[in-house]
């Protein structure tokens, strides 16, 4: 079983910068597709941000497309999710997902078994 755990959160203004990091621990995130979903207060789940295991295919959300970028650094075990443009409208806890070894990179989160406790992004006007 892989833990997952993220940080980089923290407050930002409208317009700025965050790096959001997702490591893994007890196993590798080797051949394992990672996602980024996000949760604000009052509204359900959603998806961000995928990267298939062989870090070759990417999947974004339409509302961050070209505001946001996933990475995986294999060296370091991580997926990074940069996060540009900021707006208050992106305020959530952001959540890192891994799928069992050989999953896909998609949008579903029922296809991802291991998660985050997430960490909090919030964007002040």
């Known amino acids: 079983q892989v833990n997952v755990t993220e940080s980089g959160g923290g407050l930002v203004q409208a317009g700025g910068s965050l790096r959001l990091s997702c490591a893994a621990s007890?196993?590798?995130?080797?051949?394992?597709?990672i996602g980024w979903f996000r949760q604000a207060p009052g509204k359900e789940r959603e998806f961000v941000a995928a990267?298939?295991?062989?870090?070759?295919?990417?999947v974004y959300t339409d509302s961050l497309k070209g505001r946001c970028t996933i990475s995986r650094d294999f060296a370091q075990n991580t997926v990074n999710l940069q996060l540009n443009s900021l707006k208050p409208e992106d305020a959530a806890i952001y959540y890192c997902?891994?799928?069992?070894?050989?999953?896909?990179?998609?949008?579903?989160?029922?296809?991802?078994?291991?998660w985050g406790q997430g960490t909090q992004v919030t964007v002040s006007s």
């Open positions: 990267i298939h295991w062989n870090g070759g295919d990417t």
């Open positions: 997902a891994s799928t069992s070894p050989g999953g896909n990179a998609n949008s579903y989160s029922g296809a991802y078994g291991f």
């Open positions: 007890g196993r590798t995130f080797s051949g394992r597709s």
